[in-house]
């Protein structure tokens, strides 16, 4: 008999294992060469707001750069730690770890660690 575990497990082993794998798996697919142009427009933005940091161009936040640059930042360093975190279970518990209850409560201390880690470095005041 099957258990629901052994159900997940089945529709989880071929599937991409995080989802930072997942998002360039899409990438990849949709834009086989224009990943390159993502990454140089992603880090002509960075320069773009390091440049113009605490200034009059566009509305800044209290740590000087742009409500949706502080988004992208935020989303950035949530999604690094829930890859850390998750390839570093799947490699202890296997691939069954996915089809678990218990990860979800992970996704609170990464929100956490977040949170924790951008205050510390200052980019969140």
């Given at each position: 008999?099957?258990?629901?575990?052994?159900?997940?497990q089945d529709?989880?082993?071929?599937?991409?294992s995080t989802?930072?794998?997942f998002?360039?798996?899409v990438?990849?697919y949709?834009?086989?060469?224009?990943?390159?142009l993502?990454m140089?427009?992603i880090?002509?933005w960075a320069?773009?707001?390091?440049?113009t940091?605490?200034?009059k161009?566009h509305?800044?936040?209290k740590?000087?750069f742009?409500?949706?640059?502080?988004?992208?930042v935020?989303s950035g360093a949530?999604?690094?730690?829930?890859t850390?975190l998750?390839?570093?279970?799947?490699?202890?518990?296997?691939i069954?770890?996915y089809c678990?209850?218990?990860?979800?409560i992970?996704?609170?201390?990464v929100?956490i660690?977040t949170?924790?880690?951008?205050y510390?470095v200052g980019?969140?005041?």
């Amino acid at each position: 008999m099957l258990t629901g575990v052994d159900i997940c497990q089945d529709f989880t082993i071929p599937a991409a294992s995080t989802i930072h794998s997942f998002v360039w798996q899409v990438i990849f697919y949709i834009w086989p060469w224009k990943w390159i142009l993502i990454m140089l427009l992603i880090l002509m933005w960075a320069a773009w707001e390091i440049a113009t940091r605490n200034s009059k161009v566009h509305y800044n936040s209290k740590n000087g750069f742009s409500p949706s640059f502080n988004r992208f930042v935020g989303s950035g360093a949530y999604l690094s730690f829930q890859t850390i975190l998750f390839v570093s279970f799947e490699k202890l518990f296997s691939i069954k770890f996915y089809c678990l209850r218990w990860p979800y409560i992970m996704h609170l201390f990464v929100f956490i660690t977040t949170g924790l880690f951008l205050y510390i470095v200052g980019f969140w005041p």
